[in-house]
Each structure stands twice: as C-alpha cells, then as structure tokens.
Nanobody, 126 residues
Framework: QVTLRESGGNSVQVGGSLRLSCTFT????????MAWFRQAPGKEREGVAT???????ILIPSVRGRFTIAKDNAKNILYLQMNSLLPEDTGRYYC????????????????????WGQGTQVTVSS
C-alpha cells in the first residue's frame, strides 16, 4: 500500500515559480516509478513528468526547460519545480506511483498508476 499527499499549489502570475511536493509512505522501492499529472477543468488528466526508480526522468515537451522532477528518497518526497509558469499550466496537479513493470513510453499514462494523491491546485494568471 502506498499513500501520497501533495502540497505547494498556489496562485501565481505568469512567469512565476512554484515547487510542488508529494510526501509518500508505504512500499516504495527501486522498482517504483512516480509521476506528476495535471488536470484542467473540462480536460483529461495529462502526464507532465515521470521519474523511474533509478532516477531517469521524462518530461512532456511543453514543460521541458521550465519544469524539473526530482525525488528525495531520504525524506520520502517527490518534487516538481515549476519555473516560467504560463496560464496553460493551470490545473490540479497530482502525484502518482506504481511498480508494475512497463515500457518507458507508458509512464506518462494515467492508466499506468494505481496510487494517487488528492492533488494540489495551481493557478497561473496573466
């Protein structure tokens, strides 16, 4: 069993920065991969960034160069550093975890994850 809790969401202006945190507990090991997703009103949940058990990261093109995903295993925290925020980054951000073996290309798909947090809201205004 894995529990995830996000924090750090806020309202910011265009160009601002936020750091989201996801505190995790439970059966997290070197086989576990984790990710950040976001969902805007009326839109499907979208994978933003993922990190594997050996710290390989994948980010979607629209956030590369602006967002960074990282994990502190000693503190049991997953981070998403978000810089140069844009209005289209607005949404509720969720962290997720799983350890079922999958191809890298599947790690930004919601269906690849069994464990989810409740989310934290990010609003970017111009």
């Amino acid at each position: 069993q894995v529990t995830l809790r996000e924090s750090g969401g806020n309202s910011v202006q265009v160009g601002g920065s936020l750091r989201l945190s996801c505190t995790f507990t439970g059966n997290i090991d070197s086989e576990t991969y984790m990710a950040w997703f976001r969902q805007a009103p009326g839109k499907e949940r979208e994978g933003v960034a993922t990190i594997t058990g050996n710290d390989r990261t994948i980010l979607i093109p629209s956030v590369r160069g602006r967002f960074t995903i990282a994990k502190d295993n000693a503190k049991n925290i997953l981070y998403l550093q978000m810089n140069s925020l844009l209005p289209e980054d607005t949404g509720r951000y969720y962290c997720a975890a799983d350890r079922v073996r999958r191809m890298l290309s599947q790690l930004l798909l919601p269906r690849s994850y069994a464990y989810w947090g409740q989310g934290t809201q990010v609003t970017v205004s111009s």
